[in-house]
T-cell receptor, first 118, second 113 residues
């Protein structure tokens, strides 16, 4: 069974601080995908990144960076120089590449609520 | 960029009433999904649908729930007799069969009173 753990329930930082959101996952599959989504107060899910299990290169996109470590089953997300607009709930998620039926089911963590204080 | 469209964005219904949540998946996608998020909790898988039948459903998806693709464009989730605990955000998603195009809609917030 798949499981995603986001141990940090809530984090508060002061604007311009860096913050790292932790994500630890469990899966028996060797091929899988990992995701991060942002959920602002308006409620929609905003896709941030998708990473497959064979690609352990870290990725940077502007102020966002992701550290994927297969050895520790972690996929952590860092926001550099945080801004008030970064305040949201962030979800880490995991999915098999493809099930025998051809569909993909995404398993979400419980989310980390980030509050950036001006 | 193609989008998954959900209507309405917010629906209020009385307990015991039937409700239908509507989704228009991305046009060339073949696989369709519903997820649910109770306020303050994680997003949970409800059901996947392919070739006009359910591929997999979770324990949450009991006999009160049904899904349908009534025409070539819409994908609906029906709750037959709503309960207070059905109040949640419901997300539709669709995919082409690969992760490159796995897309969530913006959600319908269902409030049962």
């Amino acid at each position: 069974a798949q499981k995603v753990t986001q141990a940090q329930t809530e984090i508060s930082v002061v604007e311009k601080e860096d913050v790292t959101l932790d994500c630890v996952y469990e899966t028996r599959d060797t091929t899988y995908y990992l995701f991060w989504y942002k959920q602002p107060p308006s409620g929609e899910l905003v896709f941030l990144i998708r990473r497959n299990s064979f690609d352990e290169q870290n990725e940077i996109s502007g102020r966002y960076s992701w550290n994927f470590q297969k050895s520790t089953s972690s996929f952590n997300f860092t926001i550099t120089a945080s801004q008030v607009v970064d305040s949201a709930v962030y979800f880490c998620a995991l999915s098999d590449l493809v099930t025998p039926g051809g569909y993909q089911k995404v398993t979400f963590g419980t989310g980390t609520k980030l509050q950036v204080i001006p | 960029e193609p989008e998954v469209t959900q209507t309405p964005s917010h629906q209020v219904t009385q307990m015991g009433q039937e409700v239908i949540l509507r989704c228009v998946p991305i046009s060339n996608h073949l696989y369709f999904y519903w997820y649910r998020q109770i306020l303050g909790q994680k997003v949970e898988f409800l059901v996947s649908f392919y070739n006009n039948e359910i591929s997999e459903k979770s324990e949450i998806f009991d006999d009160q729930f049904s899904v349908e693709r009534p025409d070539g464009s819409n994908f609906t989730l029906k709750i037959r007799s709503t309960k207070l605990e059905d109040s949640a955000m419901y997300f539709c998603a669709s995919s082409s069969g690969t992760f490159a195009g796995y897309t969530f809609g913006s959600g319908t917030r269902l409030t049962v009173v």
